[in-house]
Each structure stands twice: as C-alpha cells, then as structure tokens.
C-alpha cells in the first residue's frame, strides 16, 4: 500500500501550517518543476502501467438520448441494446443529446481554469487533507509518495437531495470567498445537471439490465457524489509519466466532459484506445459499486489519461455515488439461483474509507475491498 504522506518537498516550501498526518507538503507547480532536468522520479510510472500507447480510437456509437427524453419507446430499446453491449463488453460509453447546455459546460470549464490559474499558495490553503476527497490536490502527493499523476484536482461535494439548493455555492464561498460566489454558482448548476444526467442514465441501465426501471434511479435520489476538476499541465517527459494512472473508478458512475485536447484512454479488446474529445459528448463509465448494485454484470471500466508534451488537458468529472450509508444489493432479480449474489451488503462510505486509506485503486479494488469487508467484520469486538 502507498497512501503515506508526503516528505518530499519539490519546491521550497511555502509557510503552511500542516496537520499531523501531513508529513510535508508536495508542491505541484509545473512552471517550477520544468525547471529540473529530469522529471522526477516520484512521477515515474512504470513500463507496465505507460506501455502499449492507444494506437486505435474506440469506435463504439455515441448513445443518442433524444428518445429517452421524447418518450420514443422505440429510441429507448435501441439506445438501452447499445449501452448493454457497452457495459457487458467494458463498462463505458458517451452520450449525446443529452440536455446540458454547452454554455453550461463551457462556462464550468472557465470556472476551474481560473481556479487553477490562482497561485500555488492559494490553492494550497484549501488542499485536500489526508483521508478527505475534497479540497485541491496537487499530484495527490497527500496520499502517495510514487507514482504520481502529473494533474492537479479541485474536488468537492454534491448532495442529491437538495433540489435546487445552494450548499454547492455556500461551500464554495466558505472555502474561496466571497469572490468566488459567480464561480459556486455556475458549478452548482453544472451538478444539478449532472445530477439530472445521472438519473436518466441510471433509468437506462435498469431497462438495459431487465430490472424494475424505477430502482436505480429512486436508490441515488438522495446520493452525495463528488464533483471535481481535472487540470493536466504539459509535461516535457510525457512519455514517462501519466496523468491518471490505469484504474477502474471505485464509485458508481463516472460522468466526465473533456475538453479538445485528448488523452483519456480505455482498456478494450486487449489494448488501450483514445477515446476521441466530442464537446457535445460526456463519456460515461460503470464504477465499481455499480458493478456491485448489477450483480457483476456490468464491467468497471479499466482507464487511465495519458499527458502531452504541449498542451495542457482539461476535464469535469462528477463522481455519481448514492448516500453514505445505504446499503449497496442487487436488485433481487439479478440474484437468482443460476446467477448466486456475488457481493456481500456494503455501503459507499465502507468501500470509499478502503480507497482512501487503505488501498490504490486498481481493477481489483471491489474483489480486495470485500476481503478486507469481510476481515474487518471477524476481527471487530
Ligand atoms: C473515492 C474516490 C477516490 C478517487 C476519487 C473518488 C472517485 C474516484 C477515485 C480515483 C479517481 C480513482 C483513480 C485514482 C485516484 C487517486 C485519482 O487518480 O484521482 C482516485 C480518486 C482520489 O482519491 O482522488
Ligand atoms: O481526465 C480524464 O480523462 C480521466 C480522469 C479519471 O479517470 C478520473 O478522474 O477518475
Ligand atoms: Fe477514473
């Protein structure tokens, strides 16, 4: 396991005050660190994880939810067939015609680029504290010490249930100032219509998977999921280094817009593929826990994004997860006899504490969390 706090400082330290789980604070500022000859060894990956570079790009249709929104029941059972080969195949798939406004998403962009734009120190007041999933991060160095991703993330967190509310823009203005209200604003709006995105792709893959098609849709109705913004600065030594190392997301879906530049790659078919930016796309993956909630029918996909030498990368990704505590079971109809419950009952918050602390997510992550679920339960008093 490699969730130690960093000692390696990159840069001269700033006048931070830590807590006492950071052991020292990483300064992730590319300006600086294209200075040194060599990249430096914390961000090498090794040849397994970098090697076999997309030489394709994926050729699956982009899913059209037009349909689902006219009520075109026809629409519906061609798109809801696309998306189960997708799932069963590898766990992705995008989607167009999707209702959220270009301005929108353009606007949210904007919003995270002036974000990252602000100087190191700032974002660093708000980083992200050792066990937490929200705040900036620069290179996750809080949490490993090798192998790490050359991005920087702002993160932070969605409730469902709160309609139309402001927690979003609250927060925002509680960790920024008051300055930042506009930038709340818009990245409250972005959530909600991720939110609403979510639940009408959840309502797909009932109907996909033959489930009662009200059940995933009702079970994250009151879901906390995790907005954040992706920055991948250029890196001179892209070829050695990656912007996100290959995973499968730990949560349930993942909902991400990226911006023209390219680099996120998904593991199909035996190799590694492009999946080619579309503005009027989001890319949409099966995580974990929602492979759990299928049974293990739908796949998590395997990714990663991979930097270039000359320009820097950009995406929005929501983060669909329901509320904490609720207890993660497929429906009944997909646990039946000639097909046993392959998961035991567990909750976001269990499988989130694992990622955050005790393991690197990988494509084994549910197999090993539900070994470590089951330890921790015998060894409990
Ligand atoms: C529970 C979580 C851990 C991560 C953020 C949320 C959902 C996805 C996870 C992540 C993206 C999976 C890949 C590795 C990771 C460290 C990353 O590169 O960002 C993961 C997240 C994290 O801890 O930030
Ligand atoms: O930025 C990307 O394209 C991928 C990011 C990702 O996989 C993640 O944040 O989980
Ligand atoms: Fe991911």
Not at 22 to 49: A, I, M, R, Y
Not at 65 to 75: P, R, Y
Not at 90 to 103: C, M
Not at 215 to 234: K, L, Q, V
């Amino acid at each position: 396991m490699d969730s130690s706090a960093s000692t390696l400082i990159l840069c001269p330290p700033l006048n931070l005050k830590t807590t006492p789980r950071e052991k020292g604070v990483l300064v992730f500022d590319p300006s600086l660190l294209e200075k040194q000859s060599n990249l430096p060894t914390q961000f090498l990956w090794p040849h397994e994880d970098i090697a076999y570079a997309a030489q394709d790009e994926l050729k699956d249709p982009p899913i059209n939810l037009n349909g689902f929104f006219n009520g075109d029941q026809e629409a519906i059972n061609f798109a809801t067939k696309q998306i189960k080969i997708a799932c069963l195949n590898h766990g992705f798939f995008q989607v167009i015609n999707h209702g959220v406004d270009a301005s929108l998403i353009r606007a949210t962009h904007e919003q995270m680029d002036a974000f990252f734009k602000l100087p190191v120190s700032e974002k660093l007041a708000i980083r992200r504290k050792p066990g937490g999933l929200c705040g900036y991060s620069g290179a996750h160095a809080h949490r490993f010490s090798s192998k790490l991703p050359w991005k920087e993330t702002f993160s932070f967190t969605h409730k469902h249930a709160n309609g139309k509310g402001i927690d979003v823009v609250n927060h925002i203005k509680s960790v920024l100032g008051k300055e930042f209200e506009q930038a709340g604003g818009v990245y409250q709006k972005y959530c909600e219509a991720m939110k609403n995105l979510s639940l009408v792709i959840l309502e797909m893959l009932a109907i996909s998977l033959g489930v009662d098609r009200l059940y995933y849709r009702e079970f994250f109705e009151d879901g906390s999921s995790i907005m954040r913004g992706n920055n991948y600065p250029p890196c001179k030594e892209a070829g050695l280094t990656l912007g996100t190392g290959p995973h499968s997301d730990p949560n349930s879906l993942t909902i991400l817009h990226q911006d023209q530049v390219g680099g996120l790659e998904i593991f199909s078919d035996n190799k590694w593929q492009a999946v080619k930016p579309r503005s009027d796309a989001f890319v949409v993956n099966i995580g974990d826990t929602f492979m759990a909630l299928s049974n293990g029918r739908y796949k998590s996909c395997l990714h990663r994004a991979v930097v270039n030498e000359e320009r820097v990368r950009r995406s929005l990704v929501y983060f669909v997860n329901p509320q904490e505590d609720k207890v993660i079971r497929a429906p009944q109809d997909l646990m039946q006899r000639e097909e046993p419950r392959l998961y035991p009952d567990f909750t976001w918050s269990d499988l989130r504490e694992f990622t955050q602390n005790h393991y690197r997510a990988d494509t084994t992550t549910l197999q090993n969390f539900v070994h470590w679920l089951i330890s921790e339960k015998n060894t409990q008093p």
